[in-house]
C-alpha cells in the first residue's frame, strides 16, 4: 500500500523528486539519526505569522516545489511526550512563519548542497559504460568502419539510449528497492491500538462550523489521548450533523484498516447574520435583487434602476438603459450555466449583457403571461425553470417562456403569499410562505409535502427574503427587521440577535453571499445595504 511518502514524492516535480532523494541519501550516510523518527508534511508559509505561533519547531530540511513545498521534521520535534502535537496538523498539512523559514535557510546544511553518494548507481553506470566499450571494441572487430555514417551515427545514439536507461534504471532500482522503498520510514508496529479506544466520545456538541479543522480540534478537546495527527475525516463525509474518522493509511500508532467512526455535532454559530457595517451609500429605493457575475461585478436591482456595485456594497455606477426605462422592481437576477443572465422586473422576464444593461425581452406564448409580479427564479439542473409570484408557482421551458402555471393536486395549496424560493446545494426545493409553512416542491413545481415550524416555534414577521450561505446556512428576512438561521429543510435554528451598538433598522428585501471575501450583502426597506457576518 502505498503511504504518504510515496503520494509526497509521485507529486513531486523532477528536480525537487531529487532533493528528496539528496535528503534521503545525506541522512544515511551521516547517520544523523533514525529514519522512522522523521516525518515528512505539506508546508504552507504564512508570511504574517509570528515566529513564537510556531512553538519552537524548526523542519530539518525544506523543499519548494511548483505543485507544494514539503518540510522534514523530526518526531521529537514535532510531538509533546504524550502523543499531541505542538502545532496544528490538518490533512498532513503545516502552516509555518516566514521567519521559521529563514531559521532553515540559515542552517549550514541545505537541500541544494546536501552530499549524495550513491553506489549502487556509480555501479550501474560503470557497467554500462563497459558494455558500451564492449559494443564498441565488437563492431569494429567486424568492420564498422565500412559502414556508413548514418548507420554509425544511428546505432552510437542508440547505445548511448541504453547507457542513460541502464543509469536511469539503476537509480530508480536502488531508490525503490527493499532498503530504500517509499516504505523506509515505517516498520510494523504490533502494539498498535484501534481507533476506538482512543475516541470514546463521539458527540462533539455544538460546533461553529463544520470545517475539517473544527472537527477535528473538538475531538482532540472531547478526547485527550487521541493522536491527532494519525487520524484524518474522510473525505466529504463532514456533512450537516456528522462526519466519519478513520485512522490515516500512514499512521503508526492506531491499527489501519477501512472502518470508520461516525462522530455527530450540531453546527451554530451566532454571529453568522449579525450587522457587521452599514455600507455608506444610500439608495433612492430599496435594494431588491443581488448577483455577482462570474467576472466580480455586483449587480444589484431596485425600483426602476439597475446599479453596478463595488464589493464592499458601494455603488460603481448607475446602469443606463438605452432600450428599456420604464420598469418598477426588479425582484430577482440570475447568471445561468450558458452564462446568460436573466431579470425578472414586475411581471415580465429580461435578458441583461454582462453590464446590467437590459438588452431585450422573454416574449412569452401566446395566452401565457404572469398574473401577477415575478418574486423569484430559479435555474433547474435540466436548464428549466421554476418562477413564483404571491400567488403561486409557474414552470419555464429552458428559454424562459411559460409551459404552465402549477397546479396543486387533491386540494393543496399555499397558506399566505409567497416571496421566497431556494433550490439548496442539495439540489432540492422549497419556498416558504410569508406565514411560515415550508413547500417542497418537485422539478415540475408541485407540492410534495409540507410542514410548519417544529415545536410551535414562529417567524417574528412575515418572511420575505432567503439565501443559502457557502456553509450551507440558510438565512431569511422578516417584515419585523429580523435575520433568522434556518436548518437545511427550512426549519428554524435560531433567531439571530444582533447587538444594541449595531441594530439593523429595515427589513431585508434580498440577500447575497460575496464568492469573493464570503461577505454578506442585505438590502434593507430603509433603501441602505448592511454588511453581515459571515463566520
Given at each position: 500500500m502505498k503511504n504518504r511518502m510515496q503520494i509526497f514524492y509521485n507529486s513531486m516535480c523532477h528536480i525537487c523528486q531529487n532533493?528528496?532523494?539528496?535528503?534521503?541519501?545525506?541522512?544515511?550516510?551521516?547517520?544523523?539519526?533514525?529514519l522512522k523518527n522523521l516525518d515528512l508534511l505539506i508546508c504552507e508559509i504564512d508570511?504574517?505569522?509570528?515566529?513564537?505561533?510556531?512553538?519552537?519547531?524548526?523542519?530539518?530540511a525544506l523543499i519548494f516545489c511548483k505543485n507544494s513545498s514539503?518540510?522534514?521534521?523530526?518526531?521529537?520535534?514535532l510531538y509533546h511526550e504524550e502523543g499531541t502535537t505542538k502545532i496544528k496538523i490538518v490533512n498532513d498539512k503545516i502552516i509555518l512563519s516566514q521567519a521559521t523559514i529563514d531559521l532553515i535557510k540559515q542552517k549550514k546544511i541545505k537541500n541544494d548542497y546536501l552530499p549524495i553518494t550513491n553506489k549502487i548507481n556509480e555501479d550501474a553506470y560503470k557497467l554500462a559504460k563497459h558494455h558500451f566499450n564492449q559494443q564498441i571494441i565488437i563492431l569494429n572487430r567486424h568492420h564498422l568502419i565500412q559502414m556508413s555514417k548514418?548507420?554509425?551515427?544511428?546505432?552510437?545514439?542508440?547505445?548511448?539510449?541504453?547507457?542513460?536507461?541502464?543509469?536511469?534504471?539503476?537509480?530508480?532500482?536502488?531508490?525503490?528497492?527493499?532498503?530504500?522503498?517509499?516504505?523506509y520510514f515505517k516498520e510494523p508496529n504490533n502494539n498498535r491500538i484501534s481507533l476506538s479506544a482512543d475516541l470514546v466520545n463521539v458527540d462533539l456538541g455544538t460546533i461553529k462550523d463544520n470545517s475539517l479543522a473544527t472537527i477535528l480540534d473538538t475531538l482532540q478537546a472531547k478526547n485527550t489521548t487521541l493522536k491527532i495527527a494519525e487520524?484524518?475525516?474522510?473525505?466529504?463525509?463532514n456533512i450537516e450533523d456528522k462526519a466519519n474518522i478513520k485512522v490515516k493509511e500512514t499512521s503508526e500508532y492506531y491499527i489501519v484498516n477501512n472502518t470508520s467512526i461516525e462522530v455527530r455535532y450540531y453546527v451554530f454559530n451566532?454571529?453568522?447574520?449579525?450587522?457587521?457595517?452599514k455600507v455608506n451609500e444610500k439608495f433612492a429605493k430599496p435594494i431588491t435583487a443581488f448577483l455577482e457575475l462570474d467576472n466580480g461585478l455586483i449587480l444589484a436591482g431596485s425600483d426602476n434602476q439597475i446599479y453596478q456595485l463595488k464589493n464592499d456594497g458601494i455603488v460603481k455606477s448607475p446602469v443606463a438603459q438605452d432600450k428599456f426605462k420604464n420598469f418598477t422592481k426588479v425582484s430577482s437576477i440570475i447568471q445561468l450555466k450558458n452564462k446568460t443572465i436573466l431579470a425578472t422586473i414586475d411581471s415580465t422576464i429580461y435578458r441583461l449583457n454582462e453590464l446590467g444593461v437590459i438588452t431585450e425581452e422573454v416574449t412569452q406564448p401566446v395566452g401565457r403571461m404572469f398574473e401577477n409580479t415575478i418574486e423569484k427564479i430559479v435555474e433547474l439542473s435540466n436548464g428549466e425553470f421554476l418562477a413564483i409570484t404571491k400567488n403561486g408557482v409557474y414552470s419555464l421551458d429552458s428559454n424562459a417562456m411559460i409551459k404552465n402555471k402549477v397546479q396543486q393536486p387533491n386540494g393543496k395549496h399555499f397558506d399566505s403569499l409567497l416571496y421566497t424560493l431556494l433550490l439548496t446545494s442539495k439540489g432540492d426545493i422549497f419556498t416558504i410562505s410569508f406565514r411560515g409553512t415550508i413547500y417542497y416542491l418537485n422539478s415540475?413545481?408541485?407540492?410534495?409535502?409540507?410542514?410548519?415550524?417544529?415545536?410551535?416555534?414562529?417567524?417574528?414577521?412575515?418572511?420575505?427574503?432567503?439565501?443559502?450561505?457557502?456553509?450551507?446556512?440558510i438565512l431569511v428576512g422578516t417584515s419585523n427587521?429580523?435575520?433568522?438561521?434556518?436548518?437545511?429543510?427550512?426549519?428554524?435554528?435560531?433567531?439571530?440577535?444582533?447587538?444594541?451598538?449595531?441594530?439593523?433598522?429595515?427589513?431585508?428585501?434580498?440577500?447575497?453571499?460575496?464568492?469573493?471575501?464570503?461577505?454578506?450583502?442585505?438590502?434593507?426597506?430603509?433603501?441602505?445595504?448592511y454588511e453581515l457576518n459571515s463566520k
Amino acid at each position: 500500500m502505498k503511504n504518504r511518502m510515496q503520494i509526497f514524492y509521485n507529486s513531486m516535480c523532477h528536480i525537487c523528486q531529487n532533493k528528496f532523494k539528496k535528503v534521503v541519501n545525506y541522512l544515511k550516510e551521516n547517520k544523523v539519526n533514525d529514519l522512522k523518527n522523521l516525518d515528512l508534511l505539506i508546508c504552507e508559509i504564512d508570511k504574517n505569522r509570528t515566529l513564537e505561533e510556531d512553538n519552537g519547531i524548526v523542519p530539518f530540511a525544506l523543499i519548494f516545489c511548483k505543485n507544494s513545498s514539503y518540510v522534514f521534521v523530526w518526531k521529537k520535534d514535532l510531538y509533546h511526550e504524550e502523543g499531541t502535537t505542538k502545532i496544528k496538523i490538518v490533512n498532513d498539512k503545516i502552516i509555518l512563519s516566514q521567519a521559521t523559514i529563514d531559521l532553515i535557510k540559515q542552517k549550514k546544511i541545505k537541500n541544494d548542497y546536501l552530499p549524495i553518494t550513491n553506489k549502487i548507481n556509480e555501479d550501474a553506470y560503470k557497467l554500462a559504460k563497459h558494455h558500451f566499450n564492449q559494443q564498441i571494441i565488437i563492431l569494429n572487430r567486424h568492420h564498422l568502419i565500412q559502414m556508413s555514417k548514418l548507420r554509425q551515427i544511428i546505432l552510437i545514439f542508440g547505445l548511448v539510449f541504453l547507457l542513460l536507461f541502464a543509469v536511469v534504471g539503476g537509480t530508480l532500482g536502488w531508490y525503490f528497492s527493499t532498503n530504500h522503498n517509499p516504505n523506509y520510514f515505517k516498520e510494523p508496529n504490533n502494539n498498535r491500538i484501534s481507533l476506538s479506544a482512543d475516541l470514546v466520545n463521539v458527540d462533539l456538541g455544538t460546533i461553529k462550523d463544520n470545517s475539517l479543522a473544527t472537527i477535528l480540534d473538538t475531538l482532540q478537546a472531547k478526547n485527550t489521548t487521541l493522536k491527532i495527527a494519525e487520524i484524518e475525516v474522510v473525505k466529504d463525509s463532514n456533512i450537516e450533523d456528522k462526519a466519519n474518522i478513520k485512522v490515516k493509511e500512514t499512521s503508526e500508532y492506531y491499527i489501519v484498516n477501512n472502518t470508520s467512526i461516525e462522530v455527530r455535532y450540531y453546527v451554530f454559530n451566532p454571529n453568522i447574520g449579525t450587522v457587521n457595517r452599514k455600507v455608506n451609500e444610500k439608495f433612492a429605493k430599496p435594494i431588491t435583487a443581488f448577483l455577482e457575475l462570474d467576472n466580480g461585478l455586483i449587480l444589484a436591482g431596485s425600483d426602476n434602476q439597475i446599479y453596478q456595485l463595488k464589493n464592499d456594497g458601494i455603488v460603481k455606477s448607475p446602469v443606463a438603459q438605452d432600450k428599456f426605462k420604464n420598469f418598477t422592481k426588479v425582484s430577482s437576477i440570475i447568471q445561468l450555466k450558458n452564462k446568460t443572465i436573466l431579470a425578472t422586473i414586475d411581471s415580465t422576464i429580461y435578458r441583461l449583457n454582462e453590464l446590467g444593461v437590459i438588452t431585450e425581452e422573454v416574449t412569452q406564448p401566446v395566452g401565457r403571461m404572469f398574473e401577477n409580479t415575478i418574486e423569484k427564479i430559479v435555474e433547474l439542473s435540466n436548464g428549466e425553470f421554476l418562477a413564483i409570484t404571491k400567488n403561486g408557482v409557474y414552470s419555464l421551458d429552458s428559454n424562459a417562456m411559460i409551459k404552465n402555471k402549477v397546479q396543486q393536486p387533491n386540494g393543496k395549496h399555499f397558506d399566505s403569499l409567497l416571496y421566497t424560493l431556494l433550490l439548496t446545494s442539495k439540489g432540492d426545493i422549497f419556498t416558504i410562505s410569508f406565514r411560515g409553512t415550508i413547500y417542497y416542491l418537485n422539478s415540475d413545481g408541485i407540492i410534495q409535502d409540507e410542514k410548519g415550524q417544529p415545536n410551535g416555534e414562529k417567524f417574528d414577521g412575515g418572511v420575505q427574503s432567503i439565501v443559502q450561505l457557502a456553509d450551507n446556512t440558510i438565512l431569511v428576512g422578516t417584515s419585523n427587521k429580523f435575520v433568522y438561521q434556518l436548518n437545511s429543510d427550512g426549519t428554524i435554528k435560531a433567531k439571530v440577535k444582533q447587538s444594541n451598538e449595531k441594530p439593523l433598522s429595515g427589513n431585508i428585501s434580498a440577500f447575497i453571499q460575496l464568492n469573493f471575501n464570503k461577505n454578506i450583502l442585505a438590502g434593507t426597506s430603509d433603501n441602505v445595504i448592511y454588511e453581515l457576518n459571515s463566520k
